[in-house]
């Protein structure tokens, strides 16, 4: 699959209309040869994926956070931190026909303040109102090549010298040489002609005898096997072998048609999932349907052929662990509970003894039964009545002691449970390593997991801090000890607390006396977004004052009780911008 210049343009047009003028909010390595970028626009967060695998290089957008997929940090991400990250995308640039697409990045170079974590970087973002004070600034260039074993990802400077590159290039290599300090040269133009000015004798003079897929991409710009195919399926009703006798006039003018139309983003499907993306309608593909933009073409392309990221393999590995755990303590209250039952029923032993002691000269030798009330009381005709009315009184006199234990321990077990179900959702919404890492600690730390030996200690992480678009801070927990700092250190007596109702999740202050409604909104939405309950269309969402809210007694960190509280219902989603993500 060929991710052509055509499909590059559509792309183009579609970050045109999301991240221009965006600032980004966060960089990450998403692997060794991919970069993640978060942008803020238009008061909507945007993520970018950039790669450069020669068997996968691409760009577009993605509908999932994007997190790191590499550890330490090389130089070339120190460079993205430095130039990138704080900065406006102030253009977007595609040099006609080809696989080259250049991001003009200006920041602030005061803004810049280091993030202690190694996963992501953020920043605090400067208003736009304080930019008269700025007195200096950074400009680069953000250069993506998408061309498949010749990929790269470049950071170029305000004088068109390379920075660095995700993959360095030597002379040994390449004549095009991509080393820092090396001047930036544009990948140099195929001896080809200009689609557009396509004509009837261009076309029969490329076409010749041979085969006419290879004849067109062979003789113009941008036009990939696929984009060929599809022109000759146009214009001949099928893709013909040999470019004897073809009706040269009409492939020229389909030629000129499918590159000057708009994006008409495709998805080709069969029974095993997408086979073919393209951005017009492809005849030549069965199976081929629209969607709603090129980004989702290519995202639903490639999800189907990447193996599992780093972090959803390492997601996956914890709750595994947590789901046996569960279950051991699942058996455990289970019987619990059963022995409980029996010791309630052995209160029947005691009345059982005593009704044998005072119909004890009423016992006939060798009796079976006495009934008394109506019930039924069995007999050993073998043994005496005092000694049957004894045994079940010592059998009752240990059952005391039990029935006093066996409470506690059923509600320390359910008080676990509730625990371990609480880690189990946050682990199910958590967006990157750090968190998933976070969780685990937690796990070790509530007695959940063994501790592990290799485990990097981890730096205390601050909740996540959200401008909403009125300018009002929120603060979201998205583990269980963020979740109590959010709710009984962050958080004021007044301040509103949001969670969502009756299912597990992250506690959401707004820190703010009396609040808009549209921030109220924002703040419900994402705390329906850090649920349970992510994926459904609406949730239902608890709203109180902080000092509602209350600890359970020697309950699981971050699980509380409130009253009273009022209901809305919200949309999750991510809202506002973020502040400080650690």
């Known amino acids: ?230 022109v000759l399926m146009r214009a001949c009703g099928a893709v013909p072998k040999s470019g004897q006798g073809l009706p040269a006039y009409t492939i020229a003018a389909r030629l000129r048609e499918i590159v000057a139309e708009p994006p008409a983003p495709h998805l080709a499907s069969d029974e095993n999932g997408p086979i073919a993306y393209a951005p017009y309608r492809p005849l030549h593909l069965p199976g081929a349907a629209p969607v709603t933009s090129m980004s989702a073409a290519l995202d639903a392309f490639y999800a189907t052929r990447q193996p599992p990221s780093g972090r959803d393999q390492r997601r996956a590995d914890l709750a595994a662990q947590l789901q046996n755990s569960r279950e051991h303590l699942a058996r455990q209250r289970e019987q619990i509970a059963a022995e409980l039952a029996r010791v309630n029923e052995l209160d029947r032993l005691r009345w059982e003894g005593e009704m044998i002691f005072a119909f004890l000269h009423q016992i006939p030798r060798g009796a079976t039964e006495l009934i008394v009330e109506g019930e039924r009381i069995a007999l050993d005709p073998g043994r005496s009545p005092i000694e049957q009315a004894q045994e079940r009184f010592k059998a009752y006199e240990k059952a005391k002691s039990a029935r006093s234990i066996l409470p506690e321990r059923l509600a320390e077990t359910e008080t676990r449970l509730a625990g371990i179900d609480q880690l189990l959702a946050l682990l199910a919404v958590a967006d990157d390593t750090t968190q998933i890492d976070l969780i685990a600690a937690e796990a070790e730390e509530a007695g959940y997991l063994r501790p592990s030996t290799g485990r990097r200690r981890l730096q205390r992480a601050r909740p996540l801090q959200i401008r909403s678009s009125e300018g009002l801070p929120i603060y979201v927990g998205r583990t269980a000890r963020q979740n109590e700092e959010v709710t009984f250190r962050l958080a004021r007596p007044t301040d509103l607390w949001l969670h969502a109702r009756n299912i597990h999740g992250a506690h959401v202050i707004i820190r703010a006396d009396n609040p808009p409604e549209r921030t109220i909104a924002e703040a419900a939405a994402l705390a329906a977004y850090y649920s349970q309950a992510r994926h459904d269309a609406a949730v239902e969402v608890d709203i109180c004052r902080r000092r509602a809210v209350r600890k359970i007694p020697g309950g699981p960190v971050g699980l509380v009780s409130y009253h009273p509280e009022r209901t809305v219902r919200a949309r999750p989603q991510l809202c506002g911008e973020v502040v400080q993500k650690w």
């Open 1 to 230: 699959m060929y991710f052509d210049a055509l499909t590059l343009t559509a792309v183009v047009e579609e970050l045109r209309a999301t991240v221009l003028s965006g600032r980004i909010q966060r960089v990450v390595l998403v692997g060794p040869l991919a970069i993640g970028l978060e942008v803020y626009a238009h008061s909507q967060r945007h993520y970018l994926f950039a790669s450069a695998d020669p068997q996968a290089a691409r760009i577009h957008l993605v509908n999932q956070r994007l997190t790191r997929g590499v550890d330490g940090e090389p130089p070339f991400l120190l460079l993205l931190r430095k130039y990138v990250l704080g900065g406006r995308i102030v253009n977007i640039e595609q040099p006609p026909y080809e696989r080259v697409v250049l991001f003009s990045i200006t920041k602030a170079a005061e803004s810049r303040k280091r993030s202690v974590n190694t996963d992501e970087i953020t920043i605090d973002d400067l208003d736009d109102d304080e930019t008269d004070q700025v007195e200096e600034w950074l400009h680069c260039d953000l250069i993506i090549e998408p061309q498949d074993r010749r990929s790269n990802i470049i950071l170029v400077d305000d004088n068109n010298l390379i920075l660095d590159a995700i993959k360095r290039v030597t002379p040994r290599m390449s004549s095009r040489v991509i080393l820092p300090r090396r001047a930036y040269e544009l990948p140099p133009a195929p001896p080809k002609r200009d689609p557009l000015r396509a004509t009837a004798a261009d076309i029969e003079a490329a076409l010749g005898h041979g085969d006419p897929v290879k004849a067109l991409v062979a003789a113009y710009r941008g036009i990939s096997p696929q984009t060929a195919r599809e």
